[in-house]
């Protein structure tokens, strides 16, 4: 069957991590992605992170199913090429700082000119408008700015940012979700529209119960490093041979784990008969659970407790939870084989559809490869030579 | 306009966190969510976080733009109005443990039978396949497996859990995106299909530049805290009343930084004339900076990096993030009345479309409210009376 996005266009304008992000994933579900990079150096992530056999796998990572071309878009005959890729595109998406297109001359009102079905999506740090919006974004100042920080890290330290840059990702994300609705209303009324994922907005949607809690009190949210701020038992607990993490989130699944513990007991105990007296008094009931948790392996509660129905699992490092079983079994790493610079272990599919799935049809491209197929089968008008390969200085 | 979704009926038999998420992104876009609950106290998340005027605002923050009625699945004449609703939709939504679907007797054949133009969405923790496919799933312990507690916290202390429920909302926001993109196949092809997002594989996919240099060298990831594991300066640094996170992501933004620090010099020094260098001079690095911070306050240090182009924040804590003039402007803190409890504050949409923004066409719901409504609308066949309201025992 056919994929999702197949025949639509994509004028992809972003680089680095969350507009390239935003961009494979439409890619991944079968969209003609085409990545414009200036002369040079191209997309900057080229340079960056480990390079084998002459391509970063970090820059591979995140840019296949794209084909690329190279615009001098100070030019001219770039931008003339650029208005042209437009007229035939589906869908443009940059993640400059607010105002960038609007200097090169693509304006609301000149992109609709172009093509008024086209559907332009901005992925940028505090949004469009706003007091912030002419901030440089950065994923950590994002992180420190929505409030993420304040709630990651331990009781009694200080905040910390997220290892992974969460808020380029997520923001990513949002914005392909939303690409792909604004292409349904376009499709059933012929018109374009603007779509507009902030990574600040985008952070701020996934704070949960601390932010209902807040909102609703007044009261400031905390961290409450690996414990839950409002269930004990729960964390990280020391078997015989390393930590293991549990989770027993209701009551049912409480007396599951007490069963497996052997230590049913422990609910006739005045300190900890309820959920409250259980978070007043964590520390003697972790205690106690460590004194049972300790004369097994990691391994044997893992198994036992899930077996039980009780939630439990390891802090696998990277290269654990990347070479895990069910990892493999899940295809979440897959080899890319990328002509010229051999084979590339990265990431696989997070989105699993069972008719249509998603697959590599182009490994990350060589920069400014695709010109001529772009503009053979876009039809797109091209300054200098390009049909034949032999661009002129705009077009390289 | 109409809404990207208007028109596409969801059959919701989520709870909790990570499915209910998903199908409010879908009411957002304009989805007829109908929420099935069990008879009794519904979904769980009803009785949880802060309960104000007998409604948890923890609740309405996830199930907006929804509608609910009660069924017992139990039953007979509940599953028979199950399979009804199931004939009309557009969608189903579940986070059961895999194989529950089945249990209840809604094998894929059976859902086909019953529907072949419907799109089925499962959210879980480790997927339906594979040797974990039936272990209990939790956030905490999707974050343990996968390897993101790994690379959260500082660089000398434990891996730390984020704060906020992360796997929960990725993986819901992964599914809303896969249904879109299948309900494009859907109306292509005229077929439904299945649609799987799972936990742990939804926390790996955002693993970016830790995964590939990982995939590429064999090299363990480590923690970096509040550094950057490959840059320098970047981190926290100490204003007069505070501290600043600053990060100059490239040469170019370094120098607007030294030059706003009035330290130029310090490219000639042969401690710091590299990035590598400065790597390794670290510390010496962030003392000479913070001489300098430390000269003037948070509020000042932010305005004027910013507009020297520097990217600089503060980290705000929750009460400050939601009142924060950006956030007000960019709607991200919105007031939703609930009849019957007042106005409940919660968060806004993150995703902004020009032509059709999401809306809040209806208030979490009250459990079961609206059963009239619609087995009148989608003509659905209901044992009992209930098109007049007065259902029997399976429909409560």
């Known amino acids: 069957m056919t994929l999702p996005l197949a025949g639509i266009k994509v004028v992809d304008l972003t680089r680095i991590l969350s507009g390239p992000f935003c961009t494979m994933l439409l890619g991944d579900m079968g969209a003609d992605v085409v990545k414009i990079e200036p002369p040079g150096v191209g997309d900057p992530i080229r340079g960056q992170g480990t390079i084998v056999n002459g391509i970063s796998t970090y820059f591979a990572s995140f840019n296949r199913n794209k084909r690329s071309i190279t615009l001098d878009l100070r030019t001219e005959s770039g931008k003339a090429t650029l208005s042209s890729l437009i007229e035939r595109a589906d869908v443009l998406v940059e993640n400059f700082r607010p105002g960038v297109l609007d200097e090169m001359g693509l304006t609301d009102k000149r992109l609709s000119e172009l093509n008024p079905r086209l559907v332009t999506a901005s992925i940028n740090g505090y949004g469009s408008t706003g007091p912030y919006a002419q901030r440089p974004a950065f994923d ?3 992180q420190a700015m929505s409030g993420f920080m304040s709630l990651n890290g331990k009781v009694d330290d200080d905040p910390i940012r997220s290892g992974i840059p969460i808020s380029d990702l997520v923001a990513g994300l949002y914005a392909a979700f939303g690409i792909v609705n604004a292409l349904r209303v376009r499709d059933m009324t012929g018109e374009g529209q603007r779509v507009e994922a902030a990574m600040v907005d985008s952070l701020m949607s996934l704070f949960a119960w601390y932010a209902s ?11 409450s490093g690996n414990d839950h701020p409002i269930t004990a038992p729960y964390g990280m607990f020391t078997a015989a041979d390393g930590d293991i993490a549990v989770a027993p989130s209701t009551e049912a699944v409480l007396n599951r784990f007490l069963e497996q513990l052997g230590m049913e007991g422990l609910r006739n105990d005045p300190r900890f008969s309820t959920n409250v007296l259980r978070i007043k008094n964590r520390d003697a009931l972790n205690q ?3 004194e049972q948790i300790s004369t097994d392996t990691q391994a044997n509660w893992v198994k036992n407790l899930n077996e039980a129905g009780v939630p439990c699992g390891v802090v696998q490092n990277l290269p654990e939870a990347l070479s895990d079983p069910q990892t493999l079994h899940r295809e979440m790493v897959i080899s890319v084989d990328h002509p010229g610079h051999g084979s590339i272990r990265t990431l696989g599919f997070p989105v699993k559809l069972s008719k249509t799935p998603c697959v590599v049809r182009h490994p990350a491209p060589e920069k400014g490869a695709h010109l001529s197929d772009i ?17 002129e200085a705009n077009v390289r």
């Open 140 to 142: 950590f100042i994002a």
């Open 288 to 290: 106690l659970i460590n």
């Open 375 to 391: 503009v053979s089968e876009w039809d797109v008008a091209c300054a200098g030579d390009a049909r034949t390969g032999v661009p």
């Open 213 to 223: 809690d807040h909102l609703a009190t007044g009261e400031p949210a905390k961290r």
